[in-house]
């Protein structure tokens, strides 16, 4: 069975996740940060596109009050940290390869023999195919025991998993900002979604944390 999928992201009011500066913003406060650090302990695996990797070079761990959690329920320390990246651009040197456990990199099959290369043992690299096969990556972290995966992103890759129809929940954190910048990066692109406008997805939760308010989707 393939993992149950979330995504999770923090946007401004207007719907972007990022500015147009070269430092990323932060948009979720430290209620919210715990909140989010809360729930990757309860997934099997954290996922994010290569972009991300590139802007914002997460170490994607747990803190280390649920790390303990997570040994004492027999769990890893960490969730499997897992890349997606078509171009096979990703820099050994980033903190993300020296934190947590163990990871896993999906790409395509033409850069997946010289990005095993380069990453050496950093990270085990798969290849899906000619093009980058979302359904096969849910079907091969299966495989990994991965019944819980977190999508924390960016928009190319959150576009990717709703637009193919292989989404369950969203968790939609709102910041009291405006961006306003047409240039900035948005929670999702312009793609063609299952059932498009006409279909309501079911709002489960709704709750302030800290100064966010935290939406809760089902999507099916």
Not at 105 to 119: D, E, F, I, K, Q
Request: hydrophobic share 40%; net charge neutral; with cysteine.
């Amino acid at each position: 069975m393939r993992p149950y999928v979330l995504l999770s992201v923090a946007t401004s009011i207007d719907g972007y996740i990022d500015d147009t500066s070269s430092s990323t913003l932060v948009l979720s406060g430290p209620a919210d940060k715990d909140r989010v650090d809360g729930v990757r302990a309860e997934c099997d695996a954290i996922l994010v596109g290569a972009g991300t990797l590139r802007a914002d070079n997460p170490r994607l761990t747990v803190s280390d009050r649920r790390r303990s959690e997570r040994l004492d329920r027999g769990y890893p320390e960490h969730p499997l940290k897992v890349v997606v990246t078509a171009s096979g651009d990703l820099d050994p040197d980033l903190r993300f390869w020296r934190h947590g456990g163990a990871i896993l990199v999906y790409t395509v099959n033409s850069v997946a023999g010289p990005l095993r290369a380069r990453l050496d043992s950093r990270a085990e690299v798969v290849g899906l195919g000619p093009d980058v096969d979302f359904s096969a990556l849910l079907d091969d972290l299966a495989e990994h025991g991965v019944k819980r995966l977190m999508v924390e992103g960016g928009g190319q890759t959150h576009t990717a998993f709703l637009s193919r129809g292989l989404v369950d929940e969203i968790q939609l954190a709102i910041a009291p900002v405006v961006i306003g910048q047409s240039g900035a990066p948005r929670f999702l692109n312009p793609a063609s979604y299952p059932g498009g406008p006409a279909r309501r997805m079911r709002l489960v939760e709704s709750r302030t944390v800290g100064d966010v308010v935290l939406l809760r989707y089902l999507t099916r």
